[in-house]
């Protein structure tokens, strides 16, 4: 199927019908798209950017911001075939249990669905993503040959997550893409068009030549990230009174994003022993990242949020750094690149045995920093609405005021106390928390940074009055239009949010097959 510029060829799809029309070509729309045309479904994929990310078209990410500074809102979402896979590297981790049950001291927390209903699909989005399916614990400890330390399970949980050996969606299934899907790429959608609430006829998309086409559509599926989809719906008013799927208040609030602390450096006299405990394994060219997470048990006790902390091992500017040695004598084969060898020869021996023997990176006399990423309690306050300004193409931009409840900090000080205990019992060193993670500090919101990670806007909810999405993501009381993207997400856990969304659309094509089928 071909791959159609529309500033140039888009009169190509004037006569063309589709199954399907998925708007976003990054993970989500990516994975749809393919998989419905597995089950022999006509598909088109609109893109707004092309195959690489320019300045030019993602200056239409830019956004007001009345709340916390965003600082990934431009930069954070990619506007090219691929869509943010293109710049990620690919990490794979499940949100646990606790995440979709409603928690008493969660503020609007609670999934329609169960992790259970997700078990089957979490495995598939791993196979899509070209990750294996054992389990984030003891099977990768075993494989590994790895000492799994006794942490105490009631209070941090020790475990893995997984990154794919090609993070890149589009190199991954390009062929795919050209064989089976209709890519229609440098087309902006603006507006979802219906002549009544309860079914989208027709979709506006613009080009960057100022040209503006009305596209038909039978089932729409929105797949853009959390902000740009929630911006879509919000500005698609003309039937939809104040945006698709407002009906009830609730499109455009409950932002989230998983905000990020470094919370202090550990000092060790074994450093072999701590590196072997938390850096990065490989097995057969595959990176495991070490993880401690904050148990259930904890947080249910502590009435906190989730949060998984790493511990990062690196070197400042001028410090030796024996693997980028290496890789500039295999880039240049000149023993100048080398010069290092002779006066460090002991760290050449120990990282040949980590990486030979126990299977992981091992940096001789880095810095060991601990790095939290946290879990954010879904705000009614943390909103996206649409901005009086607009874009080059006329739409309104996303207007966002992002907000985070101390619950957060909260959660900060109290694992920065567990990670520090268990690390300390265990005899791996002492961790020394920054003086400015304490209960006491005020202005705590300062020392907090985004990660990339939008989610929230069109929450999904067990009934109408209470969200945006069913737990099918069709938008409530519309027959043809579903989310698929984090806007959904009610709560967000502490971990990439990729896997999960993958994971909902592959449940998304077996009830659209099924109903499909059942006609």
Known sequence: MPFIDCNTEFENLNEQSFDYTIIGAGAAGILLAVKLSEIGKTVLLIESGHFEEDAERQQLNIIEQTGKDLTSSVSGR????????????????PFSPLDFIKREWVQNSGWPIQVNELDRYYKEA??????????????????????????????????FSKWAPEPNFRKLYNTVLQERVTVLYNAVTTNIISANANNAEAITIKNFNGNTYNLKVKRLLVACGAIESTRLLLASQATYNNGIGNHAGWLGKCFMEHPCIEIGFVQSPRQYKLQAAFNTHIHKGRKYSVRLTIAEKAQTEQKLLNASAGVMFDYLEDKFDPYIEIREYIRTKKISSLAGVASNSYAYLLSAKAYIADKFYYKHKARARVVMMLEQEPLADSRIT??????????????????????????????????????????????NIHSHITESNTNWQQHLSDVNHHMGGARMSADSSSGVVNKS???????????????????VSHSNPTLTLLALCLRLVDELESSHNNH
Request: charged share 25%; proline share 2%.
């Open 473 to 491: 993501l069709q938008v409530w009381g519309c027959d043809n239009v579903y989310v698929c993207s984090t806007a959904i997400f009610p709560t």
């Open 386 to 431: 649409l901005s009086e300004q607009t874009d080059r193409l006329g739409m309104h931009k996303a207007k966002l005021n992002w907000q985070i409840t101390k619950k957060t900090w909260d959660t900060v000080v109290y694992t920065s106390a567990l990670v520090k205990d268990e690390i300390h019992r265990l005899g791996f060193g002492t961790l």
């Open 126 to 159: 791993n196979r899509f993503m070209q990750v294996d399916e054992l389990d984030y614990e003891d099977d990768i400890f075993k494989m590994l040959k790895m000492k799994k330390q006794p942490f105490d399970a009631g209070k941090l949980w020790y475990h």
């Open 78 to 93: 990619k506007r090219a075939v691929g869509g943010t896979t293109i710049a990620w590297g690919g990490q794979s981790l």
